[in-house]
């Protein structure tokens, strides 16, 4: 079988598309291209952004190869010269995105591809399933670790993930989104996500006795003793027999540092009743760690309930994000560059106004507010607009356009950072805990009222006047 390439992921459109451009001389004009998505997954206030490494490695590697062209040319679709082009073919445009672990708004760009209209449009569909997938993943990891309140979360989905490269790539994007490690191995060995597990229901089953089951485990793994306690009854004997292997192996060789884990039943109820068996048994440092089909929601009720839970393994709910399985990213035409260096801003008008996009080459400005350092707005600009420090600076609410607010003490921070330039790389891509942190911090920054995972304040995300004004000089152009 041939050895996949991942230039010929794309949609076939791209391909078509391309060797129409070729046709009609339009295969050098440079054009802009803004990759950002329309609604925040589980109409939450914001989202994480990810992906960016997998698209550097595949930007990096962008080719065909000669079974790929005649694969192509098998389908007598496509011109002699243009197969003979993708032949030679690499990136040579232009990429700025934001960081990895950056929070995110609807309309403002994640992703701004400037490159010859061909490039820039082979690279659709790469670009929208990586950051797509990762950014769906860490958003919705990052609402679950914010609802466990501190109590670690670790990431358990890869026998639910979609495919391969859900499980290693889901597990990548949770650990960005705040849990502190994964279950899936080869995430461990790629991309250092930290991985770890102790037993299935299986381990218990191949023993004559639950005991002997945890004794032995106990045995092997000392430093690593976390026991499975629902096989066949928790209270009656699974956690019972957890403490007795515990007080028989473990704590003789001075060893505290060890667990139980729920993976069935009322975990509320369950948690605290072991809680209370595990202290009166003077193993006050067990932990007790929770898991099966939990999510937020189901983590934020444990937490009301007083659950005694200090690790929560989340699985198909966060690998999947069962309730928002889709991210909804775009990648829309901009702008194009004239043969004179002047840009000809584009845009997409539709009857749906959600759909209708925002035109020309731009930066994306957050401003904090100097005072709490919290973040105030995103203000999308022109590519030549400065946002001035020290000059009172007006934005408006996006959802009561009559309303505007005047800041004065505040900082100005442009988000879009290049990735590539002239096809060479030129960005440092961060180590994956890096990342993390900076999503961590990150997040931080936001208000707690946006944070809120019902009826979230409304960021205001804000166009300059300038920008503005050419929006609307387009739309009247249109009609």
């Known amino acids: 079988m041939k050895q996949e390439n991942l230039a010929m ?61 005649d694969f192509l040319r098998s389908k007598n679709l496509f011109d002699e010269a243009f197969l003979n082009y993708l032949s030679q073919f690499s990136f040579t445009g232009d990429i700025f995105a934001v960081p990895e672990g950056t929070p995110v708004f609807p309309g403002e760009p994640i992703v701004i591809v400037r490159a010859p209209a061909i490039e820039a449009q082979l690279v659709e569909t790469f670009l929208l399933l990586s950051i797509n997938h990762q950014s769906l993943i860490a958003t919705k990891a990052n609402r679950i670790v914010r609802a466990a309140q501190g109590r670690v979360v670790l990431e358990f989905g890869s026998r639910r993930a979609q495919g391969a490269d859900g499980a290693v790539l889901g597990a990548r994007a949770a650990y960005i989104g705040g849990c502190a490690g994964t279950a899936c191995t080869l995430t461990d ?47 009656k004997s699974g956690v019972p027999n957890a403490i007795r292997a515990f007080k028989e192996v473990l704590i003789p060789k001075g060893i505290t540092h060890f667990g139980i884990r729920l993976d069935s039943g009322d975990i509320s109820y369950l948690s605290k009743k072991a809680r209370k068996m595990l202290d009166d048994a003077g193993l006050e440092n067990c932990q007790i760690v929770a898991s099966n089909s939990l999510d937020e929601y189901l983590i934020r009720d444990l937490m009301m309930q007083g659950a005694q839970i200090d690790t929560f393994g989340v699985g198909e709910r966060l690998i999947t994000s069962q309730s928002t399985p889709v991210f909804g990213g775009v990648y829309k035409l901009a702008a194009v560059e004239q043969e004179d260096g002047s840009i000809l801003p584009k845009i997409k008008v539709s009857e749906n106004t959600s759909k209708i996009t925002n035109p020309h080459f731009k930066k994306v400005y957050r401003l904090f507010d100097n005072e709490s350092g919290k973040a105030i707005a995103d203000e999308l600009c022109i590519y030549d607009e400065v946002i001035h420090e020290g000059e009172p ?18 900082t100005a921070k442009e988000l879009l950072v290049p990735v590539f330039r002239g096809g060479k790389l ?10 993390k942190d900076y999503c961590h911090k990150q997040v931080g920054l936001l208000w707690d009222e946006v944070k809120r995972f019902e009826n979230p304040h409304a960021y205001y995300v804000d166009l300059s006047q300038k920008l503005w004004d050419i929006k609307q000089q387009l739309l009247q152009q249109k009609r």
């Open 393 to 410: 600076h007006t934005i408006f609410d996006p959802n009561a356009t009559w309303k505007t607010k005047t800041l004065t003490n505040f």
């Open 9 to 69: 992921l794309c949609d076939f459109y791209e391909l078509t598309m391309g060797n129409g451009y070729f046709q009609s001389g339009l295969a050098d004009k440079i054009v802009y291209f803004d990759l950002f998505f329309r609604t925040v997954p589980d109409k939450g206030g914001f989202a994480i952004a990810a992906g960016l490494e997998q698209v550097v490695e595949y930007v990096k590697d962008l080719h065909f190869d000669q079974e790929d062209i």
């Open 426 to 435: 030129v960005y440092s891509l961060p180590s994956i805990d890096e990342i």
């Open 189 to 235: 060995e790629l991309y250092g996500v930290p991985a770890g597990g102790t037993m299935a229901h299986a381990w218990v089953q191949m023993f004559d006795s639950e005991y002997e089951a945890f004794k032995t485990y106990c045995e092997l793994y000392p430093q690593n003793a976390v026991l499975l306690v629902d096989t066949y009854n928790t209270l």
